[in-house]
């Protein structure tokens, strides 16, 4: 089991608001990354440093910290952000890299 | 704009040494941190563990016991070996670039990603 708990499965009306979120104990003195991954794809950065989009990433991805919970939200969430949602961050020990089990957004 | 790809067999007998190698393109290897991650199939990510570009190395505390990672500056290289793997250890592998910000370690360049299946 992962010391990162996300929801396995979130679905989202098309062009509505949806938040998925990763619980750990790390989370209160670490901040999250947030990762994207299509079927067949490599994983892509979407959110670091609790709310830093890389370049190229849309302003509708955004990120946020409250206690032992971080949470990545999607305003206005389009067919194309279907995916497979992972947090990461460092464990309680911060020794090391931890991954969160991960979301499957699904669009409906 | 830096570019990843691991190469190496896609097919490992159980018990034998997994061996797989990235190489970067597009930038240096003499900076940052340079991780190995997998996915089994049906699975989430696992991270296998990060060597730096100093050469220091942080594993997963649950496969530190058979993990190496290595650097080979020369060829702007990493390299993963994995001993003793069984058929849990089937997987999509990923190398990848990491960084820090305000104490977080993110990854923030991936590779395509390779599969390797553990199978006699």
């Known amino acids: 089991s992962s010391e990162l708990t996300q929801d396995p499965t979130v679905s989202v009306a098309l062009g509505q608001t949806v938040r998925i979120t990763c619980q750990g104990d790390s989370l209160r003195y670490y901040y999250a990354n947030w990762y994207q991954q299509k079927p067949g794809q490599a994983p892509v950065l979407v959110i670091y440093?609790?709310?830093n989009r890389p370049s190229g990433i849309p302003d509708r991805f955004s990120g946020s910290t409250s206690g032992n919970t971080a949470s990545l939200t999607i305003t206005g969430a389009q067919a194309a952000d279907e995916a497979d949602y992972y947090c990461n961050s460092r464990d309680s020990s911060g020794n090391h890299l931890v991954f969160g089990g991960g979301t499957k957004l699904t669009v409906l | 704009q830096v570019q990843l790809q691991e190469s190496g067999p896609g097919l490992v007998k159980p018990s034998e040494t997994l061996s797989l190698t990235c190489t970067v393109s597009?930038?240096?290897?003499?900076?940052?941190?340079w991780h190995w991650i997998r996915r089994p199939p049906g699975k989430g990510l696992e991270w296998i563990g990060y060597?730096?570009?100093?050469?220091?190395?942080n594993y997963n505390p649950s496969l530190k016991s058979r993990v190496t990672i290595s650097l080979d500056t020369s060829k702007n290289q990493f390299s993963l070996k994995l001993s003793s793997v069984t058929a849990a250890g089937t997987a999509v592998y990923y190398c990848?670039?990491?960084?820090?910000?305000?104490?977080?370690?993110?990854?923030?360049?991936w590779g395509q990603g390779t599969l390797v299946t553990v199978s006699s």
């Open positions: 597009g930038g240096s290897i003499s900076s940052y941190y």
């Open positions: 990848a670039r990491g960084s820090t910000y305000a104490g977080t370690w993110y990854v923030d360049y």
């Open positions: 440093g609790q709310n």
């Open positions: 060597i730096s570009y100093s050469g220091g190395t």
